[in-house]
């Protein structure tokens, strides 16, 4: 609060359900502390505004999510899988996941990667890191790396574009 004006300024965040089209199904305003969704457990807040937010998916119609690293919880990620809805997103790290750094990835070029395989809590769950300009690690219920494909990226040295191996997973 400030004194000399009694004005109170705080922080509005807002969450949005969309489809890939941009279309709106739902948001939530928010101030304060995120409570968890009904019927869920308790996950963290990141966690519990997509339980909010999902809780009007339908279950077991095999619906995929897509959201970034602020929202990814190993946890998360396996409860909604019970509920036959998946999700793939960029994950920052992954605890008891080792995976070579973005300078050994380099060796070998854009475009390499890595991908490993776990089941956790009845979930199959994969991490792939993959090298586009710098290393990006993607953490999955429902796609997988393969089968490979192509894209275009610019490269600075050569001053063209090149074709570069892509994962199934991000053209998903």
């Not at 009904?38 to 996950?43: E, H, N, Q, T």
């Not at 897509?66 to 036959?84: I, Q």
Request: proline share 5%; hydrophobic share 35%.
């Amino acid at each position: 609060m400030n004194k000399s004006s009694g004005l109170y300024i705080s922080t509005i965040k807002v969450f949005i359900l969309c489809s890939n089209k941009g279309v709106i199904y739902d948001f939530e305003l928010h101030i304060g502390k995120i409570q968890p969704a009904d019927d869920a457990p308790d996950l963290g807040a990141s966690s519990n505004i997509v339980l909010r937010l999902a809780k009007n998916i339908p279950t077991d119609k095999h619906y995929l999510l897509y959201f970034d690293n602020w929202f990814t919880s190993l946890p998360l990620v396996c409860h909604l899988a019970k509920s036959k809805i998946f999700r793939l997103g960029i994950v920052r790290r992954l605890p008891g996941c080792d995976l070579p750094s973005d300078k050994d990835m380099k060796k070998n070029g854009k475009g390499i990667h890595i991908e490993k395989e776990s089941d956790i809590d009845s979930t199959t769950l994969r991490a792939i890191k993959w090298l586009n300009r710098k290393g990006v690690t993607l953490l999955t219920s429902f796609d997988s790396a393969y089968p490979i494909k192509t894209t275009q990226r610019y490269d600075r040295q050569t001053k063209t574009r090149t074709n570069i191996p892509c994962l199934n997973a991000v053209f998903t």
